[in-house]
């Protein structure tokens, strides 16, 4: 089963297991350590499980706990089992592991074409609260000032219940900038680049 939101999305987002600080703060960990593999980000996640790292990241579990927790969670909000733990491993295994590494990846990506088009501004990724807090993936500069950010997301997170969408946005607000949505499709191509670049050039 892959990664394709659906009722566990709902569930997991209505529970709060993925929420950084109740499980990891995935992207931190892969820009710390630029992981080059799956197992190597799985192997990572259950490090700073088990052990206090100097770099000051902390997992409250491994993958296969948060799974476990997304099981749990199940008789409290439906009342009843309906994916097998095993589903609810995998599910949070997507979540962490695949999507987290193709996110990485896609952002680098949105971050090269953004700075080759808009050479009056510098792109670069969020860290810390605005990209854990205020769900934004990418600042946007000019003259060394923070003009805005955007949001790196599949075409797909426009079928997400309105709930969902409507946490990101309400996250995005708090910062008080302009965050621009750049969605991209199955191919990993960008959908709606050049509309954000003409939006970007009018900050």
């Known amino acids: 089963m892959a990664y394709t939101g659906g009722p566990l999305n709902e569930l997991n987002g209505k529970m709060g297991i993925s929420a950084p600080f109740r499980s990891v703060p995935v992207m931190k960990l892969i820009r710390t350590y630029n992981p080059l593999s799956k ?7 259950a490090y700073h499980y088990k052990n206090d ?6 997992s409250q579990g491994t993958v296969e706990m948060f799974g476990r927790n997304l099981y749990e969670s199940q008789l409290l909000y439906w009342k009843e089992y309906r994916y097998s733990l095993k589903e609810c491993i995998q599910w949070e295994y997507d979540l962490f592991v695949v ?15 953004l700075n080759q088009s808009l050479t009056d501004f510098r792109f670069e990724e969020a860290e810390g ?16 000032v923070e003009v805005g950010g955007i949001q790196v997301k599949p075409v797909t997170f426009k079928l997400m219940r309105p709930e969902v969408i409507s946490f990101n946005t309400m996250a995005n607000q708090k910062w008080t900038k302009p ?8 191919e990993e191509n960008f959908i709606n680049m050049d509309n954000i670049v003409l939006e970007i050039r009018n900050l």
């Open 129 to 144: 609260f605005l990209d854990e807090e205020l769900r934004i993936d990418i600042i946007i500069k000019k003259n060394t």
């Open 53 to 58: 790292c100097p770099c000051g990241i902390k």
């Open 99 to 113: 999507q987290s590494l193709k996110g990485g990846v896609i952002e680098k990506k949105a971050i090269h074409r």
């Open 179 to 186: 965050v621009f949505y750049l969605f991209y499709d199955k």
């Open 39 to 45: 197992d190597a980000l799985v192997q990572l996640i």
